[in-house]
């Protein structure tokens, strides 16, 4: 059974970074794609970003492909969201999740039910 936490989230302006941090126990991280997903209010959870067990290959939705950046640390069992020039619309709960079923980086894994593990979530907020 593997565990994920969120950290990071907060009260941000419009134009601010903010890099969020998913830190995961139980399973063999390296094993894991990890992708990080968020919901806000009245809408359907949203995928951003995934990235595979080694860190090598990385898919982005095409909504945020100039300001989120996914990395991992498999040392550390971390793998963090970088988010450039945050807007009010990226507010939201952010979640990390975790697959642990095969990755292909010929696929693309962009549902929530492609993923087999999920952390409570971090609340975003970005003030205009």
């Known amino acids: 059974q593997v565990h994920l936490v969120e950290s990071g989230g907060g009260l941000v302006q419009a134009g601010d970074s903010l890099r969020l941090s998913c830190a995961a126990s139980g399973g063999t991280f390296s094993s894991l794609a990890m992708a990080w997903f968020r919901q806000a209010p009245g809408k359907e959870r949203e995928f951003l970003v995934a990235l595979n067990p080694s860190g090598t290959s990385a898919s982005t939705a095409s909504a945020v492909l100039d300001r989120f950046t996914i990395s991992r640390d498999n040392a550390k069992k971390t793998a963090d969201l970088q988010m450039n020039n945050l807007n009010s619309e990226d507010t939201a709960v952010y979640y990390c999740?975790?697959?642990?079923?095969?990755?292909?980086?010929?696929?693309?894994?962009?549902?929530?039910?492609?993923?087999?593990?999920w952390g409570q979530g971090t609340q975003v907020t970005v003030s205009s």
């Open positions: 999740a975790a697959r642990q079923r095969t990755w292909s980086n010929h696929n693309y894994y962009p549902h929530s039910s492609d993923y087999d593990y």
